[in-house]
């Protein structure tokens, strides 16, 4: 079965310190990653997804197959980056659903 | 390009009433998501589209539970009666194809649901 672990329901930082937000999955066939982000009173968005390879505000996060993993890293937190932040799977096999995690709070602190 | 509309944004119901949502996608997108998102949790599907036929409903609370998307475009998402764990924040969100090469998700600004 299909499944998107994020184990940290919150995670707090200082500005200027790197961040890293873990995502973990479980699937069988070739998964398709992303990371979402949510803004206080905005709507949920992309971030980056793992076929891009691109970095967005920062941010990157390299799908590591062995250790299903697809972490989200950024050297300096900055204060802006203060967000709900949701790791979501998706593939070929998963009739194109999207699975998401349980997301994880981020707080840089000034 | 104009984002995912959703409407209501707010909603306040009395338990075993009913509600409706209503969801306009980006155009062009054939696939359509509704997603409920609980205080504390990820979204989780309810039910995907792919143009106006239901690809999967499986986690969809049928027995007070109806979503319809007659034209392929617009998709109203309603609950008969309403119940207390009802609550929570239901998502519109549209995807350009069934299978577009990592074709994201584009969310619309939901609508939060409580029900007293």
């Known amino acids: 079965a299909q499944r998107v672990t994020q184990p940290e329901k919150l995670l707090s930082v200082f500005k200027g310190a790197p961040v890293e937000l873990k995502c973990n999955y479980s699937y069988s066939g070739s998964p398709e990653l992303f990371w979402y982000v949510q803004y206080s009173r905005q709507r949920l968005q992309l971030l980056l997804r793992?076929?891009s390879r691109e970095s967005i505000k920062g941010f990157t996060a390299d799908l590591n197959k062995g250790e299903t993993s697809f972490h989200l890293k950024k050297p300096f937190a900055q204060e802006e980056d203060s967000a709900m932040y949701y790791c979501a799977l998706s593939g070929l096999d998963t009739g194109n659903q999207f699975y998401f995690g349980t997301g994880t709070s981020l707080t840089v602190i000034p | 390009e104009a984002g995912v509309a959703q409407s209501p944004r707010y909603k306040i119901i009395e338990k075993r009433q009913s509600v409706a949502f209503w969801c306009n996608p980006i155009?062009?997108?054939?696939?359509l998501y509704w997603y409920q998102q609980i205080l504390g949790q990820g979204p989780k599907l309810l039910i995907q589209?792919?143009?106006?036929?239901?690809?999967?409903d499986s986690q969809l609370p049928k027995d007070r539970f109806s979503a319809e998307r007659l034209k392929g475009v617009d998709s109203t998402l309603k609950i008969q009666p309403a119940k207390l764990e009802d609550s929570a924040v239901y998502l519109c969100?549209?995807?350009?194809?069934?299978?577009?090469?990592?074709?994201?998700?584009?969310f619309g600004n939901g609508t939060r649901l409580t029900v007293t």
């Open positions: 793992h076929i």
């Open positions: 155009s062009g997108h054939a696939t």
């Open positions: 589209f792919q143009n106006n036929g239901v690809v999967d």
């Open positions: 969100a549209s995807r350009l194809g069934a299978r577009g090469v990592n074709s994201p998700l584009h």
